[in-house]
């Protein structure tokens, strides 16, 4: 496992990250074993929010004894002051500790939001005064705009950056890193699988331990997903291999969705992930959860092109920042389906 120091904070970061959003989603003892396995095998990097269901209370009953081994990272997604404060006090609250290291202004997509967090009474003041209070030791912005982040970063006003970095989603690489980097901030990529539709496993997580980053956040339920990622981290990856991700990166983030979603489909239809699977499901085939998020949305998919008020001129690509042909490669998704 690499180690490396986290930004300025001085804290020495596994590069492998456990990401805690789904631990909802099984038995408490499930999930506090695989917690502790984490700990005992040197993840010492911890990332949860506020807004993932009872995550921060799962990680509070199961590791808070073990609390001076690990970097505690969590999130708030409220724009003002008060309500900012209140969901930070939650948080230590839930997951029991006297401080965070890590506190997060979540989800900043729109130019809007990030002024309505920056503002005088807004949630980085809200940050800014636990912080003070020595509460929170950090402050950082999570988003799904590169762009955008790698602007709103360079004013010196945070201490680290979340943001997507997969094989799908090289995006980051263009702007944000370089200007973290250049910062000197803590650089966290998530969603190397982007959401359980990247494979191979293994292939999808080296891919940005290949890249300038210090952490890189994986949601893990089990022992064996714990284990099957460090095995991912054992060895560094070599120029060849290297060079091999990044032509594949190319390929399969050709489709140039940031998942930023600014669109939003009338008949609910979830584009970002049609878009960014698009190439992986035709060059590698899906994963399972993959396979059941379009199961799961094949009446959304087949009804695309028969929605009467997006013939002439789709209301998801006026919204769009790229200006990307989500219709032509939602039709063309049909084919899944054998259509």
């Known amino acids: 496992m690499r180690y490396s120091t986290f930004g300025q904070t001085g804290f020495k970061v596994s590069a492998l990250g456990f990401g805690a959003m789904n631990l909802p989603g099984v038995p408490l003892e499930q999930a506090r074993e695989t917690l502790n396995y984490a700990l005992d095998h040197g993840i010492n990097y911890i990332d949860t929010a506020a807004g993932y269901r009872n995550s921060e209370e799962i990680i509070g009953e199961s590791i808070s004894h073990r609390r001076d081994e690990y970097f505690l990272a969590t999130k708030t997604n409220k724009r003002s002051y008060a309500e900012a404060k209140e969901e930070i006090e939650r948080s230590l609250v839930r997951l029991k500790t006297d401080v965070i290291d890590l506190l997060q202004i979540h989800y900043v997509n729109y130019v809007s939001e990030y002024k309505a967090a920056m503002q005088h009474e807004g949630a980085y003041e809200a940050a800014l005064e636990m912080q ?106 070599g120029d060849a291999e290297r060079n091999e991700l990044e032509s594949l990166a190319t390929e399969l983030g050709s489709h140039n969705c940031r998942r930023c979603n600014y669109c939003s489909c009338p008949i609910g239809v979830t584009i970002p992930d049609i878009m960014i699977s698009s190439q992986i499901r035709n060059t590698f085939g899906l994963l399972p959860k993959g396979d059941g998020f379009y ?8 009804s695309c092109a028969d929605y009467e008020p997006c013939k002439e001129r789709p209301l998801c690509e006026e919204k769009c920042p790229y200006h990307l042909p989500m219709r032509k490669v939602v039709m063309e998704s049909a084919s899944y389906f054998g259509a």
């Open 132 to 237: 003070a209070k020595g509460m929170v030791r950090h402050i950082g912005i999570t988003g799904h705009r590169p762009e955008l982040l790698a602007k709103w970063i360079s004013k010196g006003q945070f201490a680290q950056v979340l943001f997507h970095l997969n094989l799908a989603q090289p995006f980051s690489l263009e702007e944000l890193i370089p200007m973290a980097t250049k910062m000197g901030m803590g650089k966290v990529a998530m969603k190397p699988l982007s959401g359980g539709f990247i494979q191979p496993v293994e292939k999808a997580l080296r891919y940005p331990y290949s890249q300038n980053v210090d952490v890189i956040i994986s949601g893990m339920i089990s022992v064996d997903e714990v284990k099957q990622n460090l095995a991912a981290f054992e060895l560094e990856v």
């Open 295 to 302: 199961e799961r949305q094949k009446g959304n998919i087949m």
